[in-house]
C-alpha cells in the first residue's frame, strides 16, 4: 500500500491532519479499531479556547502554565492558544454543533484549573459530536482512503551501509486476519491517542495501549515527560460501568465531594479552589481520602441543581447513571480516581517533528511541550487540532522535496512464518501483571522503594514477552501487551529520574521540594 500521507489514528488529531493533508496528496489512514473508538469520542468536557471579551490569551496562558507546574514551554503555549479560536471556527465551518446561547454565541463551561469559561461543548458528548464531523468529511474525500481493523506492528526505517539513518518510510500493519502488510509514505504520521490501558483502572477506550509511544521509541525516536500520567478525579465506580467517565464539567457547574461520612473534604487539600483544584491536586485529594477512611469510593454531589438543567447539561452522564439506579438529581455519584492522560510522549517540535526523519506524531502520542507537568482540562483536543494546522503547514511549505522522497522497503522479520500461538492465557496473565503493577506501584501517589519493585517486575515481564514475539505469529492482542509492557517501562523509569514530587509525579521521597 503507497500513498504520500500515512495517518496512523482516527481521532481528532489524525483525521483533521487527514483532511488538510488530502488538499496535497493520497492519505492512508490506519485505525486499530472502528473509526469511532477513540479517545476523542469519549471526550466529554470540550475543547478550551479564548473565545469572548470577559476571557483573554493572557489568562489562558497563565492558567495553562499554572497547571504545568513550571515545566510547560511557553513559547508553544502561547502558540497554541493564539491559535485557538481560529481552529474552533475550523470545527464550526466543518460542521461541528457546539452549544450556542439565544444571542448565537458558542456556549462555554468551565472546568478545574480555568479562571476562566471558555470550553465549548456539546452538552457531555463533545468528543462524540466532533468524531463525528470529521468522519463525515473525510468519507467525503476521494483521497483518504481508511483502513479500519488495522494495527501498526513497527515503522519501516531506511537502512544505508549497514547504519540506520533514522528515516522513516513507512510502516508494516498487520489487519484482522492477521496478514502483516506494508503501508509505504512520504510522511508518516502517529496519532494513536494515549497509554490507559497500562493501568488496572483507566477512563480510556480500550485501543489506547500506548502503540505510537511504543513504535516510535523502538524506531529510534525520543520520548519525554512519561513520568506525567493523569489521573481524572471522577470515573464512575460501579461494577457495571465500564471506563465511564464523570467529567470535570459536573465540578464546573457546582459538584462537590464527598466522603464516605457525607463531609466535604477539599477544605482539607485545596482549601482556596476546592472541587476546581487542578485534576493532579484533586485526584491525589480523593486518593488519600480514601486511603484515610478505607473506602472504596468517595461521592460527587450535584443533587443540588434542578432536574432539567442536569438532563440538558449532561444528557450521557444523566442517562447512564439513571440505567444503573443513580438519580444524580436526587443522590451522588460513586467515583474514583481513574488513569485518562499521558501529557508526555513522543518528544516533537513545533511543526510536530519527531527526532526521526519524516515522522510526525500528534495529540496524546506526541510530547510538545505545551501540557508540562500536568494538563489544564480541555487543552488536549484544542492542541491535537492547533498542531494538525502546524504539521500541515510544515508539509504544505516543504512538499515539493517530500514527494520527491524514496519509499523502498526494508526486510522485516515478522514476515517469516511462525507457528500459530494456541493459548491466549500467555498473553491475558502478563497483561494483568502489567496493570496491577502499574496501577499499585506507579500510581497517583508514589514512593522510590515501590518504583523499583515495579521496574524488576516488569523487566521479568518484558523479558517473557519477548520469548513470546519471537516465538509465535504476531497477532494484535501479542503487539499491545509488547507495547503497554514497553510503554510502563518509560513511565517507571522517567519517574525514578525525577527526583522532586512536580506536577503530577507526586513522590513520598521528595514531597517539599515543590512545597506540596
Same mark, same amino acid.
Given at each position: 500500500?503507497?500513498?504520500?500521507?500515512?495517518?496512523?489514528?482516527?481521532?481528532?488529531?489524525?483525521?483533521?491532519?487527514?483532511?488538510?493533508?488530502?488538499?496535497?496528496?493520497?492519505?492512508?489512514?490506519?485505525?486499530?479499531?472502528?473509526?469511532?473508538?477513540?479517545?476523542?469520542?469519549?471526550?466529554?468536557?470540550?475543547?478550551?479556547?479564548?473565545?469572548?471579551?470577559?476571557?483573554?490569551?493572557?489568562?489562558?496562558?497563565?492558567?495553562?502554565?499554572?497547571?504545568?507546574?513550571?515545566?510547560?514551554?511557553?513559547?508553544?503555549?502561547?502558540?497554541?492558544?493564539?491559535?485557538?479560536?481560529?481552529?474552533?471556527?475550523?470545527?464550526?465551518?466543518?460542521?461541528?454543533?457546539?452549544?450556542?446561547?439565544?444571542?448565537?454565541?458558542?456556549?462555554?463551561?468551565?472546568?478545574?484549573?480555568?479562571?476562566?469559561?471558555?470550553?465549548?461543548?456539546? $452538552?457531555?458528548?463533545?468528543?462524540?459530536?466532533?468524531?463525528?464531523? @470529521?468522519?463525515?468529511?473525510?468519507?467525503?474525500?476521494?483521497?483518504?482512503?481508511?483502513?479500519?481493523?488495522?494495527?501498526?506492528?513497527? @515503522?519501516?526505517?531506511?537502512?544505508?551501509?549497514?547504519?540506520?539513518?533514522?528515516?522513516?518510510?513507512?510502516?508494516?500493519?498487520?489487519?484482522?486476519?492477521?496478514?502483516?502488510?506494508?503501508?509505504?509514505?512520504?510522511?508518516?504520521?502517529?496519532?494513536?491517542?494515549?497509554?490507559?490501558?497500562?493501568? @488496572?483502572?483507566?477512563?480510556?477506550?480500550?485501543?489506547?495501549?500506548?502503540?505510537?509511544?511504543?513504535?516510535? $521509541?523502538?524506531?529510534?525516536?525520543?520520548?519525554?515527560?512519561?513520568?506525567?500520567?493523569?489521573?481524572?478525579?471522577?470515573?464512575?465506580?460501579?461494577?457495571?460501568?465500564?471506563?465511564?467517565?464523570?467529567?470535570?464539567?459536573?465540578?464546573?457547574?457546582?459538584?462537590?465531594?464527598?466522603?464516605?461520612?457525607?463531609?466535604?473534604?477539599?477544605?482539607?487539600?485545596?482549601?482556596?479552589?476546592?472541587?476546581?483544584?487542578?485534576?493532579?491536586?484533586?485526584?491525589?485529594?480523593?486518593?488519600?481520602?480514601?486511603?484515610?477512611?478505607?473506602?472504596?469510593?468517595?461521592?460527587?454531589?450535584?443533587?443540588?441543581?434542578?432536574?432539567?438543567?442536569?438532563?440538558?447539561?449532561?444528557?450521557?452522564?444523566?442517562?447512564?447513571?439513571?440505567?444503573?439506579?443513580?438519580?444524580?438529581?436526587?443522590?451522588?455519584?460513586?467515583?474514583?480516581?481513574?488513569?485518562? $492522560?499521558?501529557?508526555?510522549?513522543?518528544?516533537?517540535?513545533?511543526?510536530?517533528?519527531?527526532?526521526?526523519?519524516?515522522?510526525?506524531?500528534?495529540?496524546?502520542?506526541?510530547?510538545?511541550?505545551?501540557?508540562?507537568?500536568?494538563?489544564?482540562?480541555?487543552?488536549?483536543?484544542?492542541?491535537?487540532?492547533? $498542531?494538525?494546522?502546524?504539521?500541515?503547514?510544515?508539509?504544505?511549505?516543504?512538499?515539493?522535496?517530500?514527494?520527491?522522497?524514496?519509499?523502498?522497503?526494508?526486510?522485516?522479520?515478522?514476515?517469516?512464518?511462525?507457528?500459530?500461538?494456541?493459548?491466549?492465557?500467555?498473553?491475558?496473565?502478563?497483561?494483568?501483571?502489567?496493570?496491577?503493577?502499574?496501577?499499585?506501584?506507579?500510581?497517583?501517589?508514589?514512593?522510590?522503594?515501590?518504583?523499583?519493585?515495579?521496574?524488576?517486575?516488569?523487566?521479568?515481564?518484558?523479558?517473557?514477552?519477548?520469548?513470546?514475539?519471537?516465538?509465535?505469529?504476531?497477532?494484535?492482542?501479542?503487539?499491545?501487551?509488547?507495547?503497554?509492557?514497553?510503554?510502563?517501562?518509560?513511565?517507571?523509569?522517567?519517574?525514578?529520574?525525577?527526583?522532586?514530587?512536580?506536577?503530577?509525579?507526586?513522590?513520598?521521597?521528595?514531597?517539599?521540594?515543590?512545597?506540596?
Amino acid at each position: 500500500m503507497e500513498s504520500d500521507f500515512l495517518v496512523v489514528g482516527s481521532g481528532i488529531a489524525g483525521l483533521s491532519f487527514a483532511l488538510k493533508a488530502s488538499e496535497l496528496g493520497t492519505v492512508n489512514v490506519i485505525t486499530k479499531k472502528k473509526e469511532v473508538d477513540t479517545a476523542t469520542n469519549l471526550a466529554q468536557g470540550g475543547i478550551a479556547a479564548v473565545l469572548n471579551e470577559d476571557d483573554s490569551f493572557v489568562s489562558h496562558v497563565e492558567d495553562t502554565l499554572l497547571a504545568g507546574d513550571g515545566l510547560c514551554d511557553e513559547g508553544v503555549v502561547r502558540m497554541v492558544v493564539e491559535n485557538g479560536p481560529a481552529r474552533i471556527k475550523e470545527l464550526v465551518s466543518l460542521g461541528v454543533n457546539f452549544v450556542k446561547e439565544k444571542n448565537g454565541d458558542l456556549s462555554l463551561g468551565r472546568e478545574g484549573g480555568h479562571s476562566r469559561r471558555r470550553v465549548a461543548h456539546a $452538552y457531555d458528548l463533545t468528543g462524540r459530536e466532533i468524531e463525528r464531523a @470529521l468522519v463525515e468529511s473525510v468519507s467525503r474525500k476521494s483521497q483518504i482512503a481508511l483502513f479500519e481493523n488495522h494495527m501498526c506492528v513497527d @515503522l519501516i526505517i531506511e537502512e544505508e551501509g549497514g547504519e540506520v539513518s533514522k528515516r522513516c518510510l513507512g510502516a508494516y500493519v498487520i489487519d484482522d486476519t492477521g496478514t502483516i502488510k506494508i503501508f509505504t509514505a512520504k510522511v508518516v504520521v502517529l496519532c494513536t491517542g494515549g497509554t490507559g490501558k497500562v493501568y @488496572l483502572y483507566t477512563s480510556n477506550p480500550d485501543i489506547a495501549t500506548g502503540d505510537g509511544v511504543a513504535v516510535a $521509541y523502538r524506531a529510534g525516536a525520543k520520548v519525554d515527560n512519561m513520568e506525567f500520567v493523569q489521573f481524572h478525579p471522577t470515573c464512575l465506580f460501579h461494577h457495571q460501568a465500564k471506563n465511564f467517565l464523570i467529567s470535570e464539567a459536573v465540578r464546573g457547574e457546582g459538584a462537590i465531594l464527598l466522603n464516605q461520612e457525607g463531609q466535604r473534604f477539599l477544605d482539607k487539600y485545596e482549601p482556596d479552589q476546592m472541587e476546581l483544584a487542578t485534576r493532579d491536586k484533586v485526584a491525589r485529594a480523593i486518593d488519600t481520602e480514601m486511603k484515610r477512611t478505607g473506602a472504596d469510593c468517595v461521592y460527587l454531589d450535584i443533587s443540588h441543581k434542578d432536574r432539567d438543567f442536569l438532563q440538558k447539561r449532561f444528557p450521557t452522564i444523566y442517562q447512564k447513571c439513571l440505567s444503573l439506579g443513580i438519580d444524580i438529581a436526587k443522590q451522588p455519584i460513586p467515583v474514583v480516581p481513574a488513569a485518562h $492522560y499521558l501529557c508526555g510522549g513522543v518528544r516533537v517540535d513545533i511543526y510536530g517533528r519527531t527526532t526521526v526523519q519524516d515522522l510526525f506524531a500528534l495529540g496524546e502520542t506526541s510530547c510538545t511541550g505545551l501540557h508540562g507537568g500536568n494538563r489544564l482540562a480541555s487543552n488536549s483536543l484544542l492542541e491535537a487540532v492547533v $498542531y494538525a494546522e502546524n504539521v500541515f503547514r510544515f508539509c504544505q511549505k516543504n512538499w515539493q522535496a517530500l514527494k520527491d522522497k524514496r519509499t523502498t522497503p526494508i526486510h522485516y522479520e515478522y514476515l517469516n512464518g511462525k507457528e500459530q500461538i494456541d493459548e491466549e492465557i500467555l498473553i491475558n496473565h502478563n497483561w494483568d501483571i502489567i496493570r496491577r503493577v502499574m496501577w499499585n506501584y506507579v500510581g497517583i501517589v508514589r514512593k522510590e522503594s515501590r518504583l523499583i519493585v515495579a521496574r524488576q517486575r516488569i523487566a521479568e515481564v518484558r523479558k517473557e514477552i519477548r520469548e513470546i514475539v519471537n516465538t509465535f505469529k504476531v497477532t494484535p492482542n501479542m503487539l499491545e501487551l509488547r507495547n503497554i509492557s514497553l510503554v510502563a517501562s518509560l513511565i517507571i523509569d522517567a519517574s525514578l529520574s525525577r527526583k522532586e514530587s512536580k506536577g503530577l509525579h507526586y513522590i513520598l521521597d521528595y514531597p517539599a521540594i515543590d512545597g506540596k
